[in-house]
């Protein structure tokens, strides 16, 4: 019970300090400069354009339809993703399972484009929901909307698993690992933590977000003074300030004011490593 509240406080505190609110906006990022979403994007309005839902092809010509769905189509699919991402990836530690988590995410994240349909509605006549009955179908055909959005990206985000690096040779010291992260961030590696399919790369300079798994990592720096502490925490011995126990608790101190937990299975490990 212990060490789930010492997990559930390491990613609280990680949001704290915009982990994933910087995760959610990247994804985003990335997202506009792809190529493929404008094309698909071009479509779905090329598409509502022309089958005209919603009575639109009878209440709007050829203009005020392109107009209407473009407004509504490149915000609402852009807060989808954003919301979506960022809320699935703050309750997932706290529910663990893959698809309640999806589920929940969307249901929450549908809320702030209902509210932005809603809003788009009041520019053109005749389209803005009056009952609650319209507002409830509303957030209903949002909800799918999300949904979608919520299960695409899960399926197409790069999973931990496809990264395949090249294996590790001891003589690198770490070399392999450290030309994967920016340069701004230098080579004095203080810890990585990992967050779903990326790892949070903390030095001396600053963090950032790489796609790899830790495992991976790990192997990587086979040569480089550290340990893997935790299941989701490697640390590098020049960044480690100290040892705390508390009961049957034990965390790492580090040089940037992270505080890494410390497995059960390690402990032995952790107290010899830093005695060595």
Same mark, same amino acid.
């Given at each position: 019970?212990?060490? &789930? *509240?010492?997990?559930?406080?390491?990613?609280? !505190?990680?949001?704290?300090?915009?982990?994933?609110?910087?995760?959610?906006?990247?994804?985003?990022?990335?997202? /506009?400069?792809?190529? @493929? $979403?404008?094309?698909?994007?071009?479509?779905?309005?090329?598409?509502?354009?022309?089958?005209?839902?919603? =009575?639109?092809?009878?209440?709007?010509?050829?203009?005020? #339809?392109?107009?209407?769905?473009?407004?509504?189509?490149?915000?609402? $699919?852009?807060t989808g993703q954003f919301a979506t991402v960022l809320l699935v990836? /703050?309750?997932?530690?706290?529910? @663990?399972?893959?698809?309640?988590? %999806?589920?929940?995410?969307?249901?929450?994240?549908?809320?702030?484009?209902?509210?932005?349909?809603?809003?788009? *509605?009041?520019? $053109?006549? =005749?389209?803005?929901?009056?009952?609650?009955?319209?507002?409830?179908?509303?957030?209903?055909?949002?909800?799918?909307?999300?949904?979608?959005?919520?299960?695409?990206? =899960?399926?197409?985000?790069?999973?931990?698993?496809?990264?395949?690096?090249?294996?590790?040779?001891?003589?690198?010291?770490? *070399?392999?690992? /450290?030309?994967?992260?920016?340069?701004?961030?230098?080579?004095?590696?203080?810890?990585?933590?990992?967050?779903? &399919?990326?790892?949070?790369?903390?030095?001396?300079?600053? &963090?950032?977000?790489?796609?790899?798994?830790?495992?991976?990592?790990?192997?990587?720096?086979?040569g480089y003074p550290g340990m893997r502490v935790h299941r989701s925490?490697?640390?590098?011995?020049?960044?480690?300030?100290? %040892?705390?126990?508390?009961? !049957?608790?034990?965390? %790492?101190?580090?040089?940037?004011?992270?505080?890494?937990?410390?497995? #059960?299975? *390690?402990?032995?490990?952790?107290?010899?490593?830093?005695?060595?």
């Open positions: 019970m212990e060490q &789930h *509240n010492s997990d559930y406080a390491d990613r609280r !505190d990680a949001f704290a300090k915009g982990g994933a609110l910087q995760f959610a906006l990247r994804e985003v990022r990335g997202l /506009l400069r792809r190529p @493929g $979403f404008w094309i698909v994007l071009a479509a779905a309005i090329a598409i509502l354009v022309v089958s005209g839902p919603s =009575d639109t092809l009878t209440r709007f010509n050829a203009a005020e #339809r392109t107009a209407y769905w473009a407004t509504i189509a490149f915000p609402t $699919f852009v990836r /703050l309750i997932r530690p706290l529910i @663990g399972a893959r698809i309640p988590s %999806i589920a929940l995410g969307a249901l929450l994240a549908a809320l702030p484009i209902t509210a932005e349909v809603w809003l788009v *509605n009041f520019v $053109f006549p =005749d389209s803005t929901p009056t009952s609650a009955a319209d507002l409830v179908g509303l957030y209903g055909m949002c909800l799918v909307i999300t949904l979608a959005i919520a299960t695409i990206y =899960d399926v197409s985000s790069p999973k931990a698993a496809e990264t395949v690096p090249s294996p590790a040779l001891a003589e690198d010291n770490g *070399n392999r690992f /450290l030309k994967r992260i920016p340069a701004r961030l230098g080579t004095e590696l203080v810890s990585l933590q990992a967050q779903d &399919h990326y790892l949070e790369v903390t030095t001396t300079r600053g &963090h950032d977000l790489i796609l790899m798994r830790l495992s991976d990592a790990e192997a990587e720096l086979a925490w490697w640390v590098a011995r020049a960044g480690v300030d100290g %040892i705390e126990t508390a009961g !049957d608790r034990m965390t %790492i101190r580090l040089s940037s004011g992270a505080v890494a937990p410390v497995s #059960r299975a *390690n402990r032995t490990r952790v107290k010899s490593w830093m005695s060595g």
